[in-house]
């Protein structure tokens, strides 16, 4: 099946500094990602929708200045917590819209920030 | 707007016993319904998906789920559980008017495998 990975699997970081997590699709190409923030014990909530080559769409309540998207080729995105603070510690996860309708899930970035 | 609702948040089932988690849904149309498996520490692997058609849907891994459009429920189901299997299950829904891609969760169903 298809392959989506993502880096860094784990991270920590000072609080106020920046952390950018990779996403890429492997064997295929995906002009759509999707990433999602996952808290402890609860489900996963899309924060945005990102798109090759265009601005990413965010969800509502989701502040685009801090979480920072980009999209530059057809295999990979990128997501930038900007000036992180504890409480943006998190399990971020991200997925590429693949063939047949199905989105491909990568193994997810442990994001502690102390 | 589509919801999913996992109303068990642990299972405890016996190795070789038969599993069923449930997934209920809300949605004013057919929803795209999918569910998916995260191992500790991992991202979610695809176990299967519903579009139409059959509503018995077969996946990997030998997980099957049958979608019941009177109740809104895509139970998910083994005949025959694996300790391999003990890992958090998610379903979710897709809205196709939305672009189905944009999933909706459940909080998912932790399962735990005794002996």
């Known amino acids: 099946g298809a392959v989506v990975s993502q880096h860094p699997s784990r991270v920590i970081c000072k609080s106020g500094t920046s952390v950018k997590i990779e996403c890429r699709s492997l064997?295929?190409?995906?002009?759509?990602m999707f990433w999602y923030r996952q808290f402890p014990k609860q489900s996963l909530m899309l924060m945005a929708t990102?798109?090759?080559?265009?601005?990413?769409?965010?969800e509502q309540g989701v502040e685009k200045d801090k979480f920072l998207i980009n999209h530059a080729s057809l295999t990979l995105s990128t997501l930038t917590v900007t000036s992180a603070h504890p409480e943006d510690s998190s399990f971020y996860i991200c997925?590429?819209?693949?063939?047949?309708?199905?989105?491909?899930f990568g193994q997810g970035t442990r994001l502690t920030v102390v | 707007a589509q919801s999913v609702t996992q109303p068990d948040i642990h299972i405890t089932v016996s190795e070789g016993a038969s599993l069923e988690l449930r997934c209920n849904y809300s949605?004013?149309?057919?929803?795209?319904l999918f569910w998916y498996v995260q191992s500790p520490g991992q991202g979610l692997q695809l176990l299967l998906k519903?579009?139409?058609?059959?509503?018995l849907v077969q996946g990997i891994k030998g997980f099957e789920a049958e979608f019941k459009r009177s109740q809104s429920s895509f139970n998910l189901r083994k005949p025959s559980v694996h300790w391999s299997d003990a890992a958090e299950y998610f379903c979710?829904?897709?809205?196709?008017?939305?672009?189905?891609?944009?999933?909706?969760f459940g909080t998912g169903t932790r399962l735990l495998v005794s002996p």
């Open positions: 997925s590429a819209l693949g063939g047949q309708g199905s989105a491909f």
């Open positions: 064997d295929f190409q995906a002009t759509t």
């Open positions: 990102s798109n090759e080559g265009s601005k990413a769409t965010y």
């Open positions: 949605y004013g149309a057919t929803p795209y």
């Open positions: 519903y579009f139409s058609g059959d509503t």
């Open positions: 979710a829904v897709g809205a196709p008017r939305t672009g189905f891609q944009k999933l909706v």
